[in-house]
């Protein structure tokens, strides 16, 4: 990747005064990739965080046009999009369709697997704040393991977290990767890559949130910091069927060293019902899915 600290675009296309909570880790991410994909961009958004950032019309804190659909069809309103943009021969215009964990995995998952078949040529981002955020906390496919939701206040989440960069990966993308904002010039440069390359792209961001989670506005960063150094988060790139760490986990796939769960679980609200069998199942899950991705990079 060529782009670094000194050569990040210092064009800010995210005005101050958004509604978006304090702390809010989509809004950190949101800004570097609009550095990243620059002026030339059209974005389509579900109802979502996102919809709240971008504000109640006609008064908007961002610089880049975006058109609102519903939940299930951000995929396939960004396939309109390319399709009318490839129509007037428009070809130097990133369409990007940008939505949450539960518009992604659970409701938009029919159009985004459909547009990925087609290879229509847009970038895809989730944005995984593992949960319906923006309505209240509800339970979505992305909420882990443990965890407890306003749809589970009683007991916690029993089942695994749905691995969606997977489903997508078996889709043969030209390019998907893992971001996460607590690691801003990772996550540059990967949107900087996806918008030279064609074809669908997936990009998805791992985007702490305080309310929902339960932890201080002032920790987001920390917090993304301990989902990539325990290993729940895992920094990578697949190119052409090609997979490589990134940033902080190339470094500890090279040190073969990652800390123990309880060190993320702990400082959050969310996991406190969580159980000892509950925790032990998630370091588990953890362990072999980075044994997974550590045989991958081996090839």
């Not at 997977?166 to 990772?186: K, W």
């Not at 993304?224 to 895992?234: D, F, P, S």
Request: hydrophobic share 35%; aromatic share 10%; net charge positive.
């Amino acid at each position: 990747m060529q782009d670094n600290l000194f050569k990040i675009n210092e064009t800010e296309y995210i005005l101050p005064g958004s509604r978006a909570c304090q702390g809010c880790g989509l809004t950190l991410a949101y800004r570097h990739m609009l550095k990243a994909l620059r002026e030339n961009t059209v974005l389509t958004i579900p109802a979502s965080c996102l919809c709240v950032l971008h504000g109640l019309y006609p008064i908007t804190p961002v610089t880049v046009p975006c058109l609102n659909t519903t939940f299930a069809s951000t995929a396939a309103s960004a396939s309109g999009i390319a399709a009318g943009l490839r129509a007037l021969n428009k070809t130097d215009i990133t369409v990007v369709a940008m939505a949450g964990d539960g518009s992604t995995y659970d409701m938009g998952i029919q159009a985004l697997s459909g547009a990925a078949e087609r290879t229509t040529d847009f970038i895809y981002v989730c944005y995984d704040n593992e949960g319906y955020m923006n309505t209240g906390t509800q339970r979505s496919s992305a909420t882990p393991m443990g965890a407890i939701t306003t749809t589970t206040p009683i007991l916690t989440k029993e089942h695994s977290k749905k691995d969606f960069v997977r489903i997508m990966e078996a889709h043969d993308l030209p390019y998907l990767a893992t971001t996460s904002p607590a690691y801003p010039i990772d996550l540059y440069e990967k949107f900087v890559k996806a918008k030279r390359i064609k074809g669908t792209r997936y990009m998805h961001i791992y985007s702490p949130c305080p309310p929902g989670w339960m932890f201080p506005a002032k920790d987001t960063v920390r917090m993304g910091q301990l989902a990539v150094e325990t290993g729940i988060v895992v920094l990578f790139e697949i190119e052409d069927g090609k997979f490589r760490f990134t940033g902080r986990s190339k470094t500890m796939a090279e040190r073969g060293k990652k800390q123990p769960i309880i060190n993320y679980v702990g400082k959050q609200g969310r996991f406190r019902k969580m159980s000892i069998e509950q925790l032990n199942r998630l370091q588990a899950w953890v362990d072999s899915r980075w044994n997974d991705y550590l045989r991958k990079a081996e090839g």
